[in-house]
């Protein structure tokens, strides 16, 4: 009889802690009010997802080479990435770049697209840009070339020169997606969370698998060659000084892509821009610690304060 008692009490802990986070589950989803979400394609050809409908307008820049609007559990990651910015009252839009961009199209060609888009679908102004890694070489570009359509820029996890290294490995990486090499890609891209040519062998075991979501990909194979090649050819140095709107960096202090010395090197070239550099994280470390939506607002936040001071 004792030996049963304890048994019940053993299950009836975790049960009760089961029933417990399930209410409070259920609570804060019924809080928050649900996510409005749409999606559609612009007169060139750029595919955009809009989540919110807050009354200030985001735009997102992805990353790349090659950008799309994820589906499935990688899409709702994404999503849960970008909640911050919807939370504090704004539209996000997440917009690929063109589709079929013509051989030589360069970054700052890719500035003009979004500029484009911007006109078109958002009125002519958007209050802030965020470019996330190859988003954010696009960024500087579009601050420089189109003051008059944004208000503020963040070039997360980017800088205005790339290492060799970084180059190197994502010429190699969208290539092979081009090429339609998809476990090879998966071993590539492996490189960026498990560097090391002591992690090869374990890198090329797990290349299949990681190539699968690769294999889904909708981007066209001449568009990754034309990121490719243009971030091969990237150096903005000599457009960070015409930049007049506010800029905040955010990047890690090990990122593979951009060194520490490259991104203080973009702040001390853009007037009255503002840095973090979160130590100890690489690319892949900062981009999914959480921190940068929490710093992007807070900077928006301080901005205003200081502006109406």
Not at 28 to 54: F, H, K, Q
Not at 91 to 104: D, I, K, L
Not at 192 to 207: F, K, M, N, S, T
Request: glycine share 10%; proline share 6%.
């Amino acid at each position: 009889m004792g030996t049963r008692r304890t048994r019940t009490a053993r299950w009836a802990v975790p049960a009760a802690a089961a029933v417990a986070a399930t209410a409070v589950g259920l609570r804060r989803a019924l809080a928050t009010p649900p996510i409005t979400r749409r999606w559609g394609v612009s007169s060139n050809g750029m595919e955009y997802e809009v989540l919110g409908d807050g009354p200030r307008t985001l735009l997102f820049l992805p990353g790349g080479p090659g950008s799309e609007i994820p589906s499935g559990r990688l899409g709702r990651l994404m999503s849960r990435q970008l909640l911050p910015y919807v939370r504090a009252g704004y539209a996000v839009w997440q917009v690929t770049r063109r589709r079929h961009m013509p051989p030589g199209h360069t970054v700052s060609d890719m500035a003009d697209d979004y500029a484009r888009f911007v006109e078109e679908e958002l009125g002519g102004h958007v209050d802030l840009v965020v470019g996330e890694s190859y988003g954010g070489v696009i960024a500087p570009y579009l601050a420089a070339n189109h003051p008059h359509l944004v208000g503020r820029v963040v070039m997360a996890l980017a800088a205005a020169t790339i290492t060799d290294r970084g180059k190197e490995l994502d010429v190699r990486w969208a290539t092979a997606r081009a090429e339609g090499r998809h476990a090879d890609a998966g071993e590539v891209f492996l490189e960026y969370v498990l560097p090391g040519e002591e992690r090869a062998g374990l890198r090329r075991r797990l290349g299949p698998l990681a190539g699968r979501v690769f294999a889904r990909s909708s981007v066209p194979a001449g568009d990754l060659l034309v990121e490719a090649e243009a971030e091969a050819a990237f150096d903005c140095r000599d457009v960070l000084s015409r930049i007049e709107v506010p800029v905040l960096l955010a990047c890690g202090d090990r990122d593979e892509f951009f060194t520490p010395e490259a991104v203080r090197e973009t702040a001390r070239r853009i007037p009255g821009s503002t840095l973090r550099l979160y130590e100890g994280k690489n690319h892949m470390g900062a981009a999914t610690s959480g921190r940068i939506p929490r710093d992007v607002l807070a900077w928006v936040a301080a901005e205003e304060a200081s502006a109406t001071a």
